[in-house]
């Protein structure tokens, strides 16, 4: 079968994947300081251009308006400051946990959007989002709330096309032959004492987290179920892992194992610690 470069970067990817870091979280505040840019010039058109009809209903109403607008144009560009100064840090500061949690919920779509204003692709965004999601997530980890259960979450594509073994339901029924990379994650939950899931889509992957319930889940997947599955679970820690893909979307997808290895090291010091 030949093989298709489908991941975002091509060649850079597993570099990209390996070392996030300043890039993404200079994308990341960068996109939130246009976000706040462009509102706060919508806000401010939203406000002049019927400035001249509100002083026909009242005197009064072209003060009152600016102030509500001058009001929530302040608490927006606050929020968004805030955010970045989390992102700057790569910790949580005094405030902004609560709103760290709605921004990952509302937030990516609006950057998305942005992003592509300002000439950056969507899986851009998406990866800027993750790695910053990641550092985060860490930091949390490493700040007073180390996780005691972890789960390692992986998408179906990642199990061999031709294997006739059902690993959904139980993933221990993998006769571990080594054709797909289902064999070394069993060996790393089973070496690290963490639970392995694999998910065929975003409806299992809910059912399994509420199952399970983890303090904290390491999930492989694309770019979209990624992004999705963060916001889904937030304020649930994810630490996310982008799949690759040499023969296309969905099909035998591979992840770097010494990455996974090496995140669920990290983690796991932190929770014998
Ligand atoms: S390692 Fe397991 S899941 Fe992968 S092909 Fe072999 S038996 Fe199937």
Do not use: W
Not at 216 to 237: H, M, N, Y
Not at 250 to 255: E, H, I, K, P, S
């Amino acid at each position: 079968m030949e093989k298709q470069n489908s991941t975002p970067s091509g060649s850079a990817f597993s570099d990209y994947v390996h070392k996030p870091g300043q890039s993404e979280r200079r994308l990341f505040i960068a996109l939130l300081a246009l976000f706040g840019v462009l509102s706060s010039v919508l806000l401010l058109l939203l406000y002049i251009v019927p400035y001249y009809g509100y002083g026909r209903i009242s005197p009064h109403l072209p003060f009152l308006m600016g102030a509500l607008s001058a009001i929530f144009g302040l608490a927006l560009l606050g929020s968004l400051g805030l955010l970045a100064i989390v992102v700057a840090v790569g910790h949580d500061v005094p405030f902004s946990r609560k709103l760290r949690s709605v921004a990952m919920k509302v937030l990516l779509p609006v950057l998305i959007v942005v992003g592509r204003l300002a000439g950056f692709r969507r899986e851009e965004v998406q990866h800027a989002f993750v790695a910053v999601n990641n550092e985060l997530v860490l930091a949390h980890c490493r700040n007073g709330s180390p996780p005691r259960t972890i789960l390692l979450l992986m998408p179906h594509c990642l199990q061999d096309s031709d294997c006739q073994v059902k690993i959904t339901h139980r993933v221990e029924n993998c006769k571990r032959c080594g054709k797909c990379r289902i064999k070394d994650l069993l060996t790393l939950s089973e070496q690290y004492g963490v639970s392995l899931a694999v998910a065929t889509g975003g409806t299992v992957a809910r059912r399994i987290v509420i199952d399970r319930r983890p303090d904290l889940i390491i999930a492989v997947a694309c770019e979209r179920d990624l992004t999705s599955g963060i916001q889904d679970t937030t304020p649930l820690p994810v630490y996310g892992i982008f799949n690759e893909r040499p023969f296309g979307p969905c099909l035998n997808t591979q992840v770097a194992i010494d990455r996974v290895e090496s995140v669920l090291k990290e983690f796991c010091s932190l929770r014998q610690g």
